[in-house]
């Protein structure tokens, strides 16, 4: 039984922040790629940033210098905190996590809405 809980989506203005969490608990082991994703209404599910187990981060081009994904592996948890945030950063974001054994995990999504 496995569980995946993101949190801290929310509604803000323009310019602002907000930082996501995802955790995950139960029966899941050896964790490595951890990530976000988004999907904005009208459009396909689209990657946002991952980091691996080792720290090395990878992010979409229309986020890149705005947010920061990280990772407690104590705490098998991922964040993403967002700055400068733009009315197109305005989805409902998933956190993913894939295990070394080549099985992934969605989380159900929190609501990101950024206004002008």
């Known amino acids: 039984q496995v569980q995946v809980v993101e949190s801290g989506g929310g509604l803000v203005q323009a310019g602002g922040s907000l930082r996501l969490s995802c955790a995950a608990s139960?029966?899941?082991?050896?964790?490595?790629?951890m990530g976000w994703y988004r999907q904005a209404p009208g459009k396909q599910r689209e990657l946002v940033a991952t980091i691996t187990s080792g720290g090395t981060t990878n992010y979409a081009e229309s986020v890149n210098g705005r947010f920061t994904i990280s990772r407690d592996n104590a705490k098998n948890t991922v964040y993403l905190q967002m700055n400068s945030l733009k009315p197109e950063d305005t989805g409902v974001y998933y956190c993913?996590?894939?295990?070394?054994?080549?099985?992934?995990?969605w989380g159900q999504g929190t609501q990101v809405t950024v206004s002008s």
């Open positions: 993913n996590i894939v295990t070394h054994m080549g099985l992934f995990y």
């Open positions: 139960g029966s899941i082991f050896s964790i490595g790629t």
